[in-house]
């Protein structure tokens, strides 16, 4: 499984031999969305992720108690 600092250096190792504009052409997605992402300010949409070969997969975990800790 990877975490969204592995994805955004994923994308980030991209950028050490091409421009932003070429590597936002290359993901699917605009210069400003790619600049976003890269400053945190977005997370990877379906076009990116598609583009890295990636899903996004949603994971739960019990707390540490095992409680649902549900307001009465």
């Given at each position: 499984m990877l975490?969204?600092?592995?994805v955004r250096c994923m994308v980030a190792?991209?950028?050490e031999s091409k421009?932003?504009?070429e590597v936002?052409?290359?993901?699917?997605v605009s210069c400003s969305y790619l600049n976003d992402y890269l400053?945190?300010?977005r997370e990877p949409g379906?076009?990116?992720l598609e583009a890295l070969g990636l899903r996004?997969?949603?994971m739960y975990e019990r707390t540490a108690d095992g409680s649902a800790n549900a307001a009465a």
């Open positions: 975490n969204s600092d592995d190792a991209k950028l421009t932003q504009r936002a052409a290359e993901l699917g400053h945190f300010r379906p076009a990116m996004r997969v949603a």
